[in-house]
């Protein structure tokens, strides 16, 4: 089971929508080349927004969303997260950990733990079995909750706008995903960073992102499509509807498509290779 961590500490760059067009994108892929296909979103974010989009509702308590598996005990952790997983209105094999706002609590309370990193990762154990894919969306922050789901996370992908405090902004991710491997002695990868409300009539963005190709660091790991401007995304988020439901001709959704080929070829390499 492979576990994608989308993460950026800055709001409005799109992460949200890049995390659940990958969620519905890995189904839909997988599925059309007859390969395992079920997929598990996981809402770690007190707007909840990626389970708005998903389930059609936010008010989920915490008794029924992430915030019980939390605070659950480590031995029933695994139990309580089998239980208030939910199925996505977008598709059978696209399911849900609900997000909400009771997650700022829980957040603080994890302050209490020393050892609250490892709590989903160890949860996410029970159901290694019934999911091929994990999507986990995050907080815009470096939230106790965002750690918890970079520890449980085999990879992690960026989504950055390409202006110029974003860009900024970036290598105090890079240091935090450092900073998260080095601390917890976990293996989890940048896998890549992915441009994202990309306008090319924009000179200062063809030119950001011609400096990201051409970074020794950034470079390898820059996804070879940017995800465009379009107001397709708008329209389907007001429907609550994907992006491939909603327009699947549209540059959003065929650009979003070519990311999730190049995310898959990436995490199914070989080491070394």
């Known amino acids: 089971m492979r576990s994608i961590c989308l993460t950026n500490n800055k709001g409005g760059v799109g992460k949200t929508t890049t995390a659940v067009s990958l969620a519905h994108g890995l189904v839909m ?55 208030l997983i939910v199925p996505s209105t977008w598709d059978k094999d696209l399911h849900v950990v609900p997000g909400s706002p009771a997650l700022d609590g829980v957040n603080t309370r994890l302050a209490e733990d020393h050892g609250f ?8 154990r029970s159901v290694a079995d019934r999911y091929d894919w994990v999507v986990i969306d995050t907080m815009p922050s470096f939230s106790r909750l965002t750690t918890l789901a970079m520890v449980a996370a085999t990879d992690i992908v960026i989504p950055v706008e390409l202006r110029f405090l974003e860009t900024i902004g ?11 491997q080095q601390t917890w002695e976990i293996s989890v990868r940048l896998t890549g960073i992915l441009p994202v409300k990309y306008d090319q009539r924009i000179t200062l963005e063809r030119e950001n992102l011609a400096l990201y190709s051409d970074h020794a660091f950034y ?34 959704a065929r650009a979003y498509l070519t990311f999730v080929r190049e995310l898959v070829e990436r995490v199914m390499k070989p080491a070394g290779a």
């Open 29 to 83: 892929l997988l599925r059309h080349n007859d390969l395992p296909c079920r997929v598990l979103l996981i809402d770690t974010d007190s707007q909840a927004h990626a389970t708005l989009l998903t389930t059609g509702r936010r008010d989920w308590s915490r008794a029924e969303s992430l915030g019980e598996v939390l605070v659950a005990r480590p031995e029933r952790s695994g139990a309580v997260l089998q239980q």
């Open 117 to 124: 990193a490892v709590r989903l990762r160890h949860a996410l």
């Open 170 to 180: 970036l290598q105090a991710i890079v240091e935090k995903i450092k900073e998260v």
């Open 219 to 252: 470079g390898p790991r820059l996804f070879a499509t940017p995800i465009p401007t379009n107001v397709a995304i708008s329209y389907a988020h007001d429907a609550c509807e994907s992006i491939f439901m909603y327009d699947d001709q549209s540059s959003a």
